[in-house]
């Protein structure tokens, strides 16, 4: 059975990637999915992912850096203790790259939040609903108005959504799941369908015990969202230099440190170690690549904050490109310009923005940008990426992409 089951799903999963031509094809043939026996030996892994450790049957973080304050002072900010339950993420990793979750079948979370482009999809702006692929080439969709951040850390963002709509990731994940342009789902869609699949329904039991004999929308949300608490990133080579191991950074990604905590940059204001985010919002005058977005206002109301966004974090900034809200910038050199510019107030923002006093013109040498930019590829930290299901349990095809995936992951 086990072996069928590979198999078969294996062959479908080849032959859509090789073939990305046919694909929109075969994706509808397959729209009526087959449902399929769970192989009576699986089970949901009970390891903790890397970066966390296990106590008492559960993930804990396990981060070995917050209490060393060696030779360079460590991160001196401890974490908030997090305690995941392993089968539980394990089930919101399969859920995460299930299309089943979608109205029309076709589209999954890691569409857009992809590990190919370090869990944010390689666009200036997302594409949801009726589109084709995924990543920079996904087609023939509905254009979101907004990039897609990448979910490193989220767990420890207070606000979740460029303008902070959400507050935590169980309110977060109910928007792109139930938006018509995004998954065009529904609580009613989604429990009826993973209540109708054997092998979800032996993963709930698995993971949530008796509380997971009934599938609802609610558990299918805890599952992704305690997935998500699961992506952390803090084993760069900056959190080990910060640590103590000074050849950890060349002396140019010093230096560029050094530019980015200055008081002329001032980035570390803003986006300080060791989240690389404030977690606050903030103005800084970046341009719409189309339709006005008021960002922070439109929650509000409050004018003051027209165009200000929350801060995002700069962990595995280098593999996230393109940059902002508005994903209007393609390179980091260009984000570095960009600031020392004087942001929006260098780059013709509009004059009703009230643009933030740190950011102002910089008048950085060429030099003290190109170490800038080195320093910012130190906060690479991919350890964690979570596995890629080859099949998911829908029977659904994967938004799977070997060559290119195998490609970057070897890169690392
Ligand atoms: C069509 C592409 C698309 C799909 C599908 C999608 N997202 Fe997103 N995601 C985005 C975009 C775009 C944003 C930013 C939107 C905004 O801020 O208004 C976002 C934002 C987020 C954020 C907030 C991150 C932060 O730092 O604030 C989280 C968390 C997230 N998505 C998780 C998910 C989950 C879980 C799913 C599946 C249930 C999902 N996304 C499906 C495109 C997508
Ligand atoms: C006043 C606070 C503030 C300061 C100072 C600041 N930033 Fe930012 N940064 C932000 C905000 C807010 C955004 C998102 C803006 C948007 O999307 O419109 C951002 C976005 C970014 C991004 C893009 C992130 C992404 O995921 O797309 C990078 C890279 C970045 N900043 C680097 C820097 C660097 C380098 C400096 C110093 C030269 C700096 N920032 C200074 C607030 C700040």
């Not at 930290?381 to 659904?396: A, Q």
Request: proline share 5%; aromatic share 12%.
């Amino acid at each position: 059975m086990k072996y069928q089951f590979y198999f078969g799903f294996f062959a479908t999963i080849i032959f859509v990637c090789y073939c990305s031509k046919v694909e929109s094809r075969i994706i509808q043939e397959l729209s009526e999915f087959e449902v399929v026996d769970p192989p009576s030996d699986f089970r949901l892994s009970s390891f903790c992912p890397s970066g966390w450790k296990e106590e008492k049957e559960e993930c804990v973080i396990d981060y070995q850096f917050v209490n060393s304050v060696e030779k360079n002072g460590g991160l001196g900010q401890s974490l908030p203790q997090i305690k995941l339950n392993p089968k539980v993420i394990d089930l919101g990793r399969y859920l995460f790259f299930d299309p089943i979750l979608s109205g029309d079948k076709r589209l999954s979370c890691a569409h857009c939040h992809h590990p190919a482009y370090s869990l944010s999809d390689g666009r200036s702006q997302s594409m949801g609903k009726d589109g084709t692929g995924y990543g920079p080439t996904r087609e023939g969709g509905v254009n979101l108005k907004r990039s897609a951040p990448s979910l490193w850390n989220v767990v420890y963002m207070d606000h979740l959504f460029w303008d902070g709509r959400a507050s935590n990731l169980e309110d977060q994940a109910e928007g792109p799941l139930y938006s018509p342009e995004e998954m065009g789902s529904s609580q009613e869609i989604i429990e009826s369908r993973l209540n109708e699949i054997p092998f979800y329904q032996k993963m709930f039991l698995e993971a949530f015990g008796k509380r997971g004999k009934k599938i609802t929308s609610s558990l299918v949300i805890d599952a992704i969202s305690t997935f998500e608490r699961s992506l952390v990133s803090f084993s760069s080579r900056f959190d080990k230099w910060s640590t103590g191991d000074k050849d950890a950074l060349s002396s140019e990604e010093l230096f560029g440190y050094n530019v980015f905590r200055s008081f002329v940059a001032r980035c570390a204001e803003c986006h300080p170690p060791p989240m690389f985010t404030n977690n606050v919002f903030a103005t800084i005058g970046v341009l719409d690549s189309g339709e006005k977005d008021f960002g922070r206002e439109t929650i509000t109301g409050q004018n003051l904050l027209r165009g200000s966004f929350r801060v995002p974090t700069l962990r595995n900034i280098a593999k996230t490109a393109p940059y902002m809200h508005s994903g209007n910038l393609e390179t980091l050199e260009e984000v570095v310009n960009f600031y020392n510019e004087g942001g929006g107030r260098g780059n013709g923002a509009p004059s009703d923005l009230r643009i933030h006093w740190h950011v102002r013109k910089m008048g950085l040498s060429k030099i003290e940008i190109s170490s800038l930019v080195s320093f910012l590829k130190t906060l690479n930290d991919e350890t964690n990426m979570p596995k890629f299901p080859k099949s998911v349990p829908s029977g659904l095809p994967v938004a799977l992409e070997f060559q290119s995936y195998h490609h970057r992951s070897s890169k690392k």
